[in-house]
């Protein structure tokens, strides 16, 4: 596992041009996507490089990690309408290339294992875009969660609905279900990529990435990983043992040259549109 800590705007940069850089390669990406507040830079990122840089989605395929149980597809608050608003909209993907769980399903075991039967037939996922909540989960895969899991219903923590609340009106319809990717699931794809920011992040980056692997933290287990990048801003790595030095190899590693680059491009300030 690899942790790489940049400045605030740089850290969704790179999850960005990462998944640039594997999608040039490889066209027919099957690409593991998330949905919060964490990933919004990063979208509006590719989205940019799409328009400017001619990033081509339209042979990958996507698989969202989770949905809200009860929550229809059009439903404001679903990850569908979000994934459509901040990425799937703005690119050239194609909507059946699109897939997430359907929270709505009459049978939701039953869309479950659909679902997974679904990321399998594609060949599974090779890059698996992650964030980690505040209760150490990927997806919706609370504590204490199986190492091995597949995609399945997952009870939410009192810690997840209370942050999430604020997005439903009124609070009190935040679902209490949800469907998620599993851990083992999760631990199949070729490549991971997390991505966590800000302050409130920081004491379970430290759980996760500089603790023991265990099912209370069900992000721990990312460790086993063999192919994975942590990406921290300095905020989310304030608590991380060695936090200095995995910045100073950043700095220093010659394969991330290119990005270095590309970041001093991207975060330029740009002219306001003309209207």
């Known amino acids: 596992m690899e942790i790489i800590i940049q400045t605030d705007a740089a850290a969704a940069a790179l999850m ?20 919060g507040s964490t990933m919004e830079p990063v979208y509006r990122h590719l989205v940019r490089m799409h328009q400017e840089e001619g990033l081509d989605f339209s042979r990958c395929r996507t698989f969202n990690l989770d949905e809200y149980a009860g929550l229809a597809p059009t439903h404001p ?18 909507p059946e290339n699109a897939h997430l769980p359907n929270g709505a399903a009459d049978n939701l075991e039953a869309e479950c294992a659909r679902y997974e039967q679904l990321i399998q037939g594609s060949g599974g996922i090779d890059l698996q875009v992650l964030g980690i909540g505040r209760t150490g989960h990927l997806g919706f895969n609370e504590p204490p969660s199986p190492l091995d899991s597949r995609t399945r219903v997952q009870a939410l923590a009192p810690l997840t609905r209370e942050q999430n609340a604020p997005l439903f009106a009124p609070p009190g319809q935040v679902p209490s279900l949800a469907i998620t990717i599993g851990i083992g699931t999760i631990l199949d794809s070729r490549c991971c990529l997390l991505l966590a920011t800000g302050a409130r992040k920081a004491q379970i980056v430290a ?6 692997v265990t099912s209370m933290v069900p992000a721990s287990a990312l460790q086993l990983h063999p192919d994975c990048a942590v990406i921290l801003d300095e905020p989310a790595a304030g608590q991380l043992p060695g936090a200095e030095d995995y910045r100073r190899a950043f700095e220093q590693e010659p394969r991330w040259q290119p990005f270095r680059q590309w970041r001093a491009r991207a975060l330029a300030p740009r002219p306001p549109d003309k209207k």
């Open 16 to 35: 960005a041009w990462v998944i640039g850089k594997e999608l040039r390669a490889n066209p027919r990406l099957v690409l593991g996507l998330a949905a």
């Open 77 to 94: 608050n679903s990850f569908s309408t979000y994934m459509r608003l901040h990425l799937f909209d703005k690119v050239n993907l194609r």
């Open 207 to 212: 759980k996760a990435f500089a603790g023991p």
